[in-house]
């Protein structure tokens, strides 16, 4: 995962006169910096919830009690960056870089009023670079990061942030750099890789956005970087020794959810967890794959008969960090399930005017033993048995994993029960689509998955 802090600061120079205001309108506890260019920088618990609405009160509250002008900032996993802008007692302007982040629309920035922002900037700061930033998103900034344990955020958040196809490669490239880092100075204030703009844009663009941020209103990087969690547990750029704490720390709230966060939540959980027999959709989507089994591997051939079935098409690349860089790869997604949240989609792989293979998770189950793993799949069979007629070959694997296949002119389909690994928290029923060019039928050996994976040693 990446990271998520969320801060206050407060365009003062009096420490003194903060910490007062956090006092009397019930803040606490909170650290206070001391000031510097300006800006005296606030920490409260009671933002650490990343709540939008606390957020608002705390900035409007505080500038009010103040007379001064208050910006809080929320950093959300490293890919979302919102701030609060508040004066004389009333937020006057908000942004949000990322609005459909939670819902899965569109990435287009939301607020960000450039001449009330403008006033707080560090002098020669222009309108039109301020635009420039605010319409950025945290699209195409240039930044480092201070990557440090490579093996616990990097990692996560690279995988995170790839295709299913590419998710053993990213692990593999990660360790790799991890390993050519240890023999550099623990000095070194950053271990930077090399990554392409592409790849940063993905992971980062929340970051990037507070880094710019910061510098615009001349903000020191550390303070704009840290939180109240961060910072109580010695874990924050910040330095907790250069802040005075206000207020006891058992006066910390204990984060209650609201019934908007717990309707997130739950939402989240039942698309991760959504059984593929409670979606009727799927039956659809089996037909649309019948049709692609004719399709031939040629790729401008795969990618027609896909869109021209329905399937909403997206193109996508990255570079694994300069190290290795990953093919081009497809998706093409259905929308016809109305019901629930979950959409089908295909991840097709195209390389050297081929198609390599194609895949998509149908069916996400908490555990192995769970019985809904066997009737997930027997559903699943029954439905494809229906549609696509008695199977070419159907089995268990060697981890007693069931399967099967259907044989198409150019390629086979497979229908397996896919088992949880580093990269799969959850075991799941799978399609792969197969190019297969050989006269002879598939001989599975070992554990079906890793069988698949083996034919393309170049994407995995």
């Known amino acids: 995962m990446g990271s998520s802090y969320a801060n206050i600061h407060v365009r003062s120079d009096d420490q003194n006169a903060v910490k007062r205001a956090l006092t009397q309108i019930n803040a606490l506890p909170a650290f206070v910096s001391k000031p510097k260019n300006g800006w005296v920088s606030a920490y409260p618990s009671d933002v650490e919830s990343q709540a939008e609405d606390t957020m608002k009160q705390i900035c409007s509250q505080l500038s009010g009690t103040v007379n001064a002008g208050v910006i809080g900032i929320i950093v959300h996993d490293s890919d979302v960056f919102l701030y609060t802008l508040a004066e004389n007692g009333q937020v006057v302007d908000q942004y949000n870089s990322w609005p459909g982040y939670f819902d899965g629309t569109g990435d287009t920035p939301s607020g960000g009023k450039v001449e009330k922002l403008l006033p707080y900037c560090a002098a020669g700061t222009t309108s039109e670079s301020l635009r420039k930033l605010l319409e950025s998103g945290g699209k195409g900034l240039d930044s480092s990061f201070p990557v440090g344990d490579v093996g616990s ?49 993905m992971i980062w663009k929340g970051d990037k956005m507070a ?57 989240s959980m039942k698309e991760m967890t959504c059984l593929l027999r409670e979606r009727p959709a799927f039956p659809a989507f089996l037909a649309i794959l019948n049709t692609v089994l004719e399709a031939s591997p040629e790729q401008e051939e795969f990618k027609r008969v896909c869109v021209s079935k329905g399937l909403k098409f997206k193109q996508s690349k990255m570079d694994m960090m300069g190290l290795a860089e990953s093919p081009v790869w497809w998706s093409f997604i259905m929308e016809s399930d109305q019901f629930l949240l979950r959409k089908f989609q295909l991840t097709a792989v195209p390389k ?57 002119p150019f390629a086979y389909l497979f229908l397996l029960q896919s088992p949880a690994g580093d990269l799969a928290a959850r075991p799941s029923i799978d399609i792969w689509w197969e190019p297969w060019a050989e006269s002879s039928q598939p001989q599975v050996t070992g554990c079906l998955k890793e069988w698949l994976e083996k034919r393309h040693p170049d994407l995995f």
């Open 153 to 201: 955020m990097m990692k996560k958040q690279l995988v995170k942030a790839s295709p299913w196809w590419a998710k053993p490669a990213v692990w593999g490239a990660v360790t790799v750099f991890q390993a050519a880092q240890k023999g550099k100075s623990a000095a070194s204030p950053t271990l930077t890789p090399t990554m392409s703009p592409e790849m940063l844009d």
């Open 211 to 267: 880094t710019a941020f910061a510098g615009l209103l001349a903000i020191d990087q550390d303070r704009i970087s840290s939180g109240y969690d961060h910072i109580d547990e010695d874990d924050a750029p910040v330095d907790r020794r250069s802040l005075a704490l206000v207020g006891d720390r058992s006066q910390k709230k204990e984060y209650v959810p609201t019934e908007e966060d717990l309707a997130r939540a739950a939402d």
């Open 352 to 408: 050297k005017g081929t198609v390599n293979c194609a895949s998509c998770e149908l069916s996400q189950i908490a555990d192995a033993d769970d019985p809904s793993f066997a009737k997930e799949y027997e559903y699943a069979f029954s439905q494809a048995a229906f549609v696509l007629g008695p199977p070419s070959l159907s089995g268990r694997d060697a981890q007693d994993l069931s399967y099967a296949a259907w044989k198409g």
